[in-house]
């Protein structure tokens, strides 16, 4: 399985790197594993909504 960086994430997502670790700390981004310290994202996972709106979208 192919893993891609927070910064890999943010940039494909357009959202910070620290939302991204927000995702990934909160167990919303199913397959993303913390090792060494670093958190690891499946290249094909989806973005989580954004739950600080009623539809997902961002501000």
């Given at each position: 399985?192919?893993y891609?960086t927070?910064?890999?994430a943010?940039?494909k997502?357009e959202v910070?790197?620290?939302q991204?670790?927000y995702?990934?700390a909160?167990?919303r981004?199913?397959?993303?594993?913390k090792?060494a310290g670093?958190?690891?994202?499946p290249?094909?996972a989806e973005?989580?909504?954004?739950?600080?709106?009623?539809d997902?979208?961002?501000?």
């Amino acid at each position: 399985m192919d893993y891609m960086t927070l910064k890999e994430a943010s940039d494909k997502w357009e959202v910070s790197v620290r939302q991204i670790n927000y995702y990934c700390a909160g167990g919303r981004i199913p397959g993303a594993v913390k090792m060494a310290g670093v958190w690891l994202i499946p290249k094909d996972a989806e973005k989580p909504h954004d739950r600080r709106t009623k539809d997902g979208k961002q501000f």
